[in-house]
Structures are given as C-alpha cells and as structure tokens.
C-alpha cells in the first residue's frame, strides 16, 4: 500500500513538472539556444523573422507587441489532451544600438533549431 501511494506521488510530481515546462515562463527561465545583437529595430526584426517563417511553411508564429520589444512564438497541440505547448518562443528587445534577440526551444530537434537560427541570421 505504501509502495502505491508514494509511485502516486512520484506520477503527480512528475506530472505537475512536465507541465511547468511546458509554459514560454519556463523557456525564457532556460538557457537561450541562440542569441545575437543586432542594429535593426526590434519591429522590423520581429517582421523578417515571422516572414521568413512564415515562407519556409512553419507553423504560425504568434507575435506579440511588449514593454521592451517583440516576442514571437510557435505552440504545438499534445495529442494526449490537446492542450497548446509552445515549440519556439523568440524575444526580440531593445538594445543599445538596436535588437538583443534570444532565442529558446522545448524540442531537441538540431536540424529545426539550425533552422529557426538560419532564420535570425538573415533578418541581421
């Protein structure tokens, strides 16, 4: 009985992590898998990237207007609860001299992650 209770703990905890991680909060919480500086607006960078996206036949980028510039995030529906995860999340700041741009993933994909950077490149 004890043994039950505490794998129902362990499942519950587990459970309850997962979906912490699960949150653009978390992401931007991480380590950035890319990040650069940039002397192009923050607007305009947030733009090219999300053409570029969009062209390349992505998912849509959600963009949203901040305090301190742009964020632009991709989300990906669970086939278990179809609950919204997001996939890419891009933050788009202000800088000294133009845009800081950050960017963070919840999938171990190099290839797509090799791609979303691509993307930020030529938007520099």
């Known amino acids: 009985m004890k043994k039950i209770v505490l794998m129902s703990a362990l499942l519950t905890l587990l459970c309850s992590c997962g979906s912490i991680e699960m949150s653009s909060g978390h992401l931007r919480n991480t ?3 890319f990040t650069t500086f940039t002397t ?8 090219c990237i999300g053409d570029h996206w969009a062209a390349s036949g992505q998912p849509k980028l959600t963009q949203t207007q ?6 632009l995030q991709s989300t990906q529906k669970l086939a278990v609860d179809h609950t ?4 890419y999340f891009v933050e788009v ?9 950050r960017f963070y993933t919840n999938r171990a994909d ?6 979303m950077v691509s993307m930020i490149q030529r938007c520099e």
């Open 40 to 47: 192009i607006s923050p607007q305009a960078m947030a733009t």
């Open 31 to 33: 380590v950035p898998r």
């Open 110 to 115: 190099e290839i797509a992650d090799r791609s």
């Open 93 to 101: 700041n202000t800088s000294r001299e133009g845009s800081s741009v």
């Open 84 to 87: 919204q995860i997001p996939m």
């Open 66 to 71: 901040t305090e301190t510039g742009y964020t």
